[in-house]
């Protein structure tokens, strides 16, 4: 049990740090965090298309990493 678990949990964080690096950034250099912080902080954008599907995925796998990582400290013994 606890090896299938480390398993799923090396999988999971693999996935998890693909599928952050996917992502776009939230400014673009410079000229983004000058002019683009105030749109962001103050501007209703939400994400459409893939932004908003790899949002979900990373949120789904962050709740799986956290699960797994608790499931491997309790099956340790």
Known sequence: MHTLLVVLLVI??????????????KSAGLSGAISGGAEQLFGKQKARGLD??????????????????????????
């Open 12 to 25: 999971v964080s693999i996935a998890l740090i693909g599928v952050v690096l996917l992502q776009s950034g």
């Open 52 to 77: 908003l599907v790899l949002h979900r995925v990373t949120i789904v796998l962050s709740v799986l990493f956290f699960i797994l990582t608790i499931a491997v400290t309790y099956f340790e013994l």
